[in-house]
């Protein structure tokens, strides 16, 4: 098996405090793999170590078979990266931004050209080709942003979540064209917040306070939601966590979903329930409620 | 090379598109030059004057005559007390008050002499000895004129001449004009301000703009980063020279005695060393407001320690020898060498090995010190 990425206790501490904490991963190379996790969970810190941004400060790891520690020169040629930020020339047009990155990746005048021709049409920014970048709106940014990053036919894509700020059919669009990359053959790392394209993924590693909390196929991820979900329609799904919590209910593992109440039991459906009360299957965003709970709730155990 | 290039073309891409910075880099030097070059004069002329003239004489009126045919002195005001003058100096009305006593003519007439005072106001030293000097000057020529006529009402004759005659002949700028002198080291002055601030910020700006991150995950090497940085800036140096030695010879006249080819030969070394410094700086600071403030704290001290304004013989020893740390010294005697005295490449040649030390000593170290990392 062709390994893309693998990491052994990767750690970065920021003085006292510690962004990514021992992550041990192994993806194999090809497919679209996901980070998900909140705000500050560390997943830019790592993906940074692996483009060879950040030192870590300790583990070890590597990325197409090259160590991050010794070899991140040559890591980067063989890599693209899309950071978190936007960080393309905004007073350079699209065009003028894909042929200076296609001249730092030291592409000939002629094959630059035929590249950069094909990354306007793959991203759909032909038309805008002369435009300012800072004319773009996110969406259309991110998206020269991946051109830009591609040029030079990377091994590994490697994406800060690149679609925050777009508009869902711009994330549409992104999508579609990660999975053509990743049908090419390239191996593709995004990290996100949005559940629904962590979906999108083959494999997604929840990350928490820096460390892998969960880590499969969003479809075994899901299988292993202990217990049964029951969703509990009511106009006033407020009122009723809060009349059932003063009755002395356990509802610690209950949330409000839009209209209803979702409820998630171990063994029989619970007591209270009412008529309309359905069992359903767990989407990725039970499964995460239920981890991020069951840490917090470690955590708070003395 | 790519690399390189690409990131050369980059550069003027941008700096073509910045209109107002790319007028601002042309026409600031301009405006500079003019106003300094015009402000700056130590020979102080036209300084207001008050006269308390108590001997109301032919006598009087000669000596006041002559102290403002020197131009030194415009007089002003004619005091009617000695409390005038007073009030007047304190007030800074008058930069010099003069006092002529009742008994002048009659002193000059019986041989017993007479005095004369004048009050310099000395808080702007450079003003003060301009007129300390004129006044004295003006007392001994008066002085000589009077024994010579009465030498010769005595029947003494042939005395016209001083006994011992010493002959001194300014070369290179006969005429004392300051703006000779100043504006060769305003160019300098300027030059260096601008390519310090422009590198300074070169960096830092791509940092905070985050297009930095990304271009640290290219095989970019911190050497092209470096040059690339450099290499357009030299060219927008030697465009501000050029504007810069046009005013000098058009606006000051100022005389080019040396060759104008070594001239921008050798202010090709000064403009790099000065980009390197930039960079340096552009290495250490974090902040854009950090890379202004530093830029200043040296750019500062470095053209006082120059000699650009006060002669570097007249410093303290441990200033004197700080002066050779910064390359703008090196430069001045370059630019007013060739400017002014015609020098030629072989009399500025420990110059051209400092600055191209100090070149190389920069560089390295902006590159050696520039980490692809975010750390
Ligand atoms: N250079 C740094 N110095 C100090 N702390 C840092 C630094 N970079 C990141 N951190 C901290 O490390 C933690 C993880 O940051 P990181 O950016 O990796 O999180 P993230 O999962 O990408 O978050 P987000 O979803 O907001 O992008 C945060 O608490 C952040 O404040
Ligand atoms: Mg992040």
């Known amino acids: ?302 | 090379m790519t690399r390189l290039t690409a990131l050369i073309k980059k550069e003027f891409i941008q700096m073509r598109r910045d209109r107002i910075t790319l007028a601002i880099m042309v026409v600031m030097p301009l405006f500079q030059v003019l106003i300094f070059g015009f402000a700056i004069n130590t020979d102080v002329k036209h300084l207001a004057a008050a006269v308390f003239d108590q001997s109301l004489s032919r006598e009087s009126r000669e000596f006041i005559e002559a102290l403002t045919a020197t131009e030194y002195y415009d007089i002003t005001c004619a005091a009617s007390s000695l409390q005038e003058i007073t009030d007047q100096l304190q007030a800074g009305g008058v930069k010099a008050g003069i006092i002529i006593p009742p008994d002048y003519a009659a002193g000059l007439k019986n041989g017993r002499g007479s005095q004369v005072q004048v009050i310099v106001d000395a808080t702007d030293s450079i003003a003060a000895t301009s007129a300390i000097n004129t006044a004295q000057l003006v007392g001994e020529s008066k002085s000589r004129e009077i024994l010579v006529r009465k030498l010769r009402a005595a029947g003494i004759a042939g005395l016209e001449t001083s006994a011992l005659d010493v002959r001194i002949r300014p070369w290179y700028n006969p005429d004392f004009i300051t703006a000779f002198y100043m504006v060769p080291g305003l160019c300098a002055t300027i030059l260096t301000l601008t390519m310090i601030l422009t590198t300074s910020l070169a960096i830092i700006r791509e940092r905070e703009r985050g297009t930095l991150e990304q271009l640290m995950v290219t095989p970019l090497r911190p050497y092209e980063l470096m040059l690339g940085k450099i290499i357009p800036y030299i060219a927008m140096g030697y465009t501000q020279l050029t504007v810069l030695l046009l005013a000098a010879k058009l606006v000051f006249g100022v005389p080019f005695q040396g060759s104008v080819f070594l001239l921008y030969l050798l202010t090709g070394l000064f403009i790099t060393a000065s980009l390197g410094l930039g960079l340096f700086i552009s290495n250490t600071a974090k902040t854009q407001m950090q890379g202004i403030i530093l830029s200043f704290s040296f750019i500062m001290p470095s053209v006082l320690l120059s000699g650009f304004m006060f002669p570097r013989e007249a410093m303290p020893t441990f200033f004197y020898y700080l002066g050779y740390l910064v390359p703008i010294t090196f430069y001045l005697k370059i630019i007013r060498g060739i400017v002014l005295k015609g020098a030629s490449a072989e009399q500025l040649w420990p110059q051209i090995l400092v600055l191209c030390a100090f070149i190389a000593i920069v560089m390295s170290v902006s590159i050696l010190r520039f980490k692809k990392r975010l750390d």
């Open chain 1, 1 to 302: 098996m062709n390994i893309a990425i693998k990491t052994d206790g990767l750690t970065r501490k920021f003085g006292d405090f510690t962004a990514v904490a021992g992550l041990s991963l192994t993806l194999p190379a090809g497919g679209v793999y996901g980070f998900l996790g909140p705000n500050g969970s560390g997943k830019s810190t790592a993906i940074r170590m692996l483009a060879g941004l950040l030192l870590p400060t300790g583990g070890s790891g590597s990325v197409l078979g090259l160590d991050i520690l010794t070899q991140s020169e040559e890591i980067k040629k063989q890599i693209g990266y899309v950071s978190q930020k936007f960080s393309l020339y905004s007073d350079l047009t699209v065009y003028e931004n894909l042929d200076f990155y296609g001249g730092l990746y030291s592409l000939k005048k002629t094959e630059r050209a035929g590249r950069i021709e094909k990354a306007l049409a793959l991203t759909a920014l032909t038309a805008q080709k002369d435009l300012p970048a800072a004319n773009l709106s996110g969406g259309w940014r991110q998206r020269l942003a991946l051109g830009c990053a591609v040029l030079h036919k990377p091994r590994l894509l490697l994406l800060d979540e690149a679609t925050s700020g777009a508009d869902p059919d711009a994330r549409r669009l992104f999508w579609q064209l990660i999975y053509r990359f990743a049908a090419a053959g390239t191996t593709v790392l995004v990290t996100t917040h949005f559940l629904d394209e962590a979906e999108h993924c083959d494999r997604i590693a929840f990350i928490q306070d820096g460390a892998i909390i969960a880590d499969d196929t969003p479809e075994n991820l899901k299988a292993s939601l202990p217990g049964a979900l029951y969703k509990i329609p009511s106009p006033d799904p407020v009122g009723l966590l809060e009349g059932l919590s003063a009755q002395g209910h356990d509802m610690s593992g209950a949330y409000i979903r839009g209209q209803s109440l979702c409820v998630r039991t171990v063994g029989a459906p619970p007591r209270f329930a009412g008529d309309g009360t359905q069992k359903i299957a767990p989407a990725l965003e039970d499964l995460f409620i239920y981890l991020v709970e069951k840490k917090r709730a470690k955590r708070h155990r003395p």
